[in-house]
């Protein structure tokens, strides 16, 4: 029989000993209570006071009937110990080779800890396969998205080298198009990375949310009422701590959202307070998400109408930067169908701050369209 190495070699020295020590123990200790016996009964002393070499004999076949028996438990312990150990450090160096969808065997779960932490093994290796499986995905559709404008870029570029097109002030105009939307794409992608990562820098200040959303409705509502969707405000004084750019950029989002999916009419931007909870929501009168789409519509990359989507512009992300820009502030991005239908799109935003500082409801405050 082969030794085990390492630790089941330890185990099986420790369990032979302890059977050596044990048999000793028991044996003197015997000879011991004997002896104190013998003290206070005379009588059962026998002719020869020392150890014979029955008694000799004794001892040894015990010690020779027990060794083999631990050797053996020792053995089948290391055996139980080992299996999953060892599956778990193959497993390691296997992924370690950059196999990712290496996984170790719990084996006899009886050993609780064991079994425990090879399953947190396991956790671990398919978290890792599954961010290794979203960072293809996302260099993929990365690469995908920066194709269209680089290619378009390239082939104007190039056709005004070779005289195909002419340098006016359309087609330049149509470049600087190009590059906006290379730029948008670049600094979505750096908001939702540096939110994942915990990396966003946010400037708090206590604001009055009503005020940010009525400056952002008076700079975009000309355009949006232009293109069919006038702007319809319901708001109340609210002072919350965040940071205004952001949240200015996160309702800027939901805004063209609703212009690029609605089908027309109205946009809704409403703002108040419910239980120490601040409530941003737009929603619009469009045919609003599928139960598949809803499910999965906050993920990047992720359109609903793809035709209006290109013929609008967008790559996919604005709603993933929301979320993250939400849930930087420690707060929650919810969709539901809009009460007249369409969709809403709801901020929900925590605060902790005392009701008479959080919020200052004007009942006096008209639903009014900008």
Do not use: C
């Not at 499986?133 to 559709?141: F, P, R, Y």
Request: charged share 20%; no cysteine.
């Amino acid at each position: 029989m082969k030794l085990p190495v390492g630790l089941g070699r330890q185990i099986l020295l420790a369990m032979s000993a302890i059977t050596v020590v044990a048999g000793l123990i028991v044996f003197f200790g015997t000879y011991l209570a004997y002896t104190v016996m013998i003290a206070f009964y005379p009588r059962l002393e026998s002719d020869d006071g020392g150890l014979t070499l029955t008694d000799l004999a004794i001892l040894g076949a015990a010690i020779l009937v027990t060794l083999p028996i631990a050797v053996f438990v020792a053995l089948r312990l290391a055996r139980r110990i080992l299996e999953p150990l060892e599956t778990l450090a193959l497993s390691a160096r296997r992924i370690a080779d950059g196999d990712l969808s290496a996984r170790a065997e719990p084996g006899d779960r009886s050993l609780g800890e064991t079994a425990e932490l090879v399953d947190d093994f396991n956790t671990m290796a398919q978290r890792l396969q599954d961010m290794a499986a979203d960072m293809a995905l996302w260099n993929a559709t990365i690469a995908h998205e920066l194709r269209t404008p680089l290619t378009i870029l390239k082939g104007r570029l190039q056709g005004m080298i070779d005289g195909v097109f002419e340098p006016d002030e359309r087609s330049l105009r149509g470049l600087v198009l190009q590059v906006d939307s290379l730029a948008r794409l670049v600094e979505d992608l750096r908001t939702v990375t540096l939110a994942d990562s915990g990396h966003l820098d946010l400037h708090r200040e206590d604001v009055n949310l009503a005020v940010v959303v009525a400056e952002l409705a008076e700079f975009a509502g000309p355009d949006l009422a232009a293109a069919g969707f006038p702007v319809r405000l319901d708001l109340h004084d609210v002072i919350v701590r965040v940071d205004a750019t952001r949240i200015r950029q996160a309702l800027l989002a939901l805004v063209t959202n609703a212009r690029r999916h609605g089908a027309g009419g109205a946009i809704t931007i409403s703002l108040g307070v419910s239980e120490r909870t601040v409530l941003l929501g737009v929603a619009d009168h469009g045919p609003g998400l599928t139960p598949e789409l809803a499910a999965r519509v906050f993920d990047p990359f992720v359109r609903g109408d793809l035709e209006r989507s290109r013929e609008v512009g967008g790559n996919g992300l604005g709603l993933s930067v929301v979320r993250a820009i939400v849930e930087a502030h420690g707060g929650t991005l919810r969709y539901r169908p809009a009460p007249g239908g369409g969709a809403l799109f709801e901020i929900a935003l925590t605060t902790s701050g005392p009701p008479d500082r959080v919020a200052r409801r004007d009942a006096a405050s008209p639903v009014r369209t900008v």
